[in-house]
């Protein structure tokens, strides 16, 4: 016999903090995963978007330097300066005293297992 | 020069340090664990996990506010907030804690744009370049910082973690819980907006 599950939504107008913070993770990955679905596709592509997506392969590592310069030698530069300015932040550590001050504000006992 | 004689520069480089090889992503058993002695009442077991992830997550949170302070705030609400949920975990935590430093963000970022409050620009980092780089480095973090400032947050969110934490598009994926092909449209898109916005200058 067939039954309709009446309970099948009744988690989507879930909002608590928890659920966004991560806490029941698999309802937000399931509503995730609906949202990316429905992301609307880049529209057709004209010449110009042509020599941008060559860069874009590029910068994916799906290219070559030549190839993407050849198509837009200015957009490679640019880029160029910006990774060179994101790998400096990729070094980038938490201050030293981070871990002590989060580890003095937390609470006596322990958190309560599930 | 501004690079330079900027006291909050001074600070945000006093505050961080470079290191010369990454941490490993992730270690689930290592992870579960940790968490097990911890729920079990082993308190200080906890700075195992906040040494292992907060240097990834900061460098996530300084892209995300562009404040040093702002990213350390973060940190640091996110890991008391793990804390407390600690026995709600299921499956990975790393993904689990990069969801709520990610929330975090994204929540300051909104109330940054709500009340147009506009944080103090001392505070934004301007990398840790040497001083003949300073100038150049920090006109451009500036303007990177303001073009990202224009991008939706879940595109920001796409280019640092791609970007600036030199992250996979898989290992995107499995922290975000989305797909590969959704952030690999949000990269794209935020590219592109960055490319036209830079160009103006830089071009």
Redesign the interface.
């Known amino acids: 016999m067939m039954v309709d599950r009446h309970d099948a939504h009744d988690n989507l107008n879930q909002t608590s903090r928890d659920t966004r913070d991560g806490a029941g993770s698999a309802d937000h990955l399931a509503a995730d995963h609906h949202a990316a679905d429905r992301e609307v596709p880049l529209p057709a592509m004209t010449a110009a978007d042509g020599q941008d997506n060559v860069v874009q392969l590029w910068l994916d590592g799906e290219a070559t330097e030549a190839d993407a310069r050849r198509s837009n030698n200015s957009a490679v530069e640019i880029w160029m300066r910006v990774q060179r300015d994101a790998g400096q932040m990729h070094q980038v550590k938490a201050p030293a005293h981070l871990a002590a001050n989060i580890m003095a504000a937390l609470a006596p006992k322990a958190p309560l297992a599930d | 020069m501004p690079g330079v004689s900027n006291p909050s520069l001074r600070r945000y480089r006093n505050?961080?340090?470079?290191?010369d090889a990454d941490l490993p992503l992730y270690d689930v058993d290592h992870d579960q664990d940790v968490i097990s002695r911890?729920?079990?009442?082993?308190?200080?077991a906890?700075?195992l996990l906040?040494?292992r992830y907060?240097?990834p997550?900061?460098?996530h949170a300084?892209?995300m506010t562009g404040s040093?302070d702002v990213a350390?705030d973060i940190?640091?609400t996110s890991?008391?907030?793990a804390?407390?949920?600690?026995?709600?975990?299921?499956?990975r935590f790393d993904?689990?804690?990069?969801?709520?430093v990610a929330?975090g963000c994204k929540d300051w970022l909104k109330n940054i744009r709500r009340t147009h409050l506009s944080y103090d620009e001392d505070d934004q980092?301007s990398?840790?370049?040497t001083p003949a780089e300073d100038l150049d480095?920090t006109e451009?973090?500036q303007d990177?910082d303001a073009a990202l400032a224009q991008l939706a947050p879940s595109l920001r969110e796409a280019f640092i973690m791609k970007?600036?934490?030199?992250r996979s598009y898989e290992e995107m994926a499995d922290l975000?819980?989305?797909?590969v092909?959704?952030l690999?449209?949000r990269v794209?898109?935020a590219?592109?907006a960055?490319?036209v916005l830079?160009?103006e200058k830089?071009?």
């Not at chain 2, 993904?95 to 709520?100: K, P, V």
């Open positions: 505050a961080v340090r470079k290191t911890v729920l079990a009442g082993d308190r200080d906890f700075a906040i040494g907060s240097d997550l900061y460098r300084l892209g040093p350390e940190l640091q890991y008391i907030k804390y407390h949920h600690l026995g709600e975990v299921r499956g993904a689990w804690l990069f969801r709520i929330n980092p990398g840790v370049a480095r451009l973090r990177l970007h600036v934490e030199g975000v819980g989305t797909t092909g959704a690999k449209m794209h898109r590219r592109e960055l490319q830079l160009e830089y071009a």
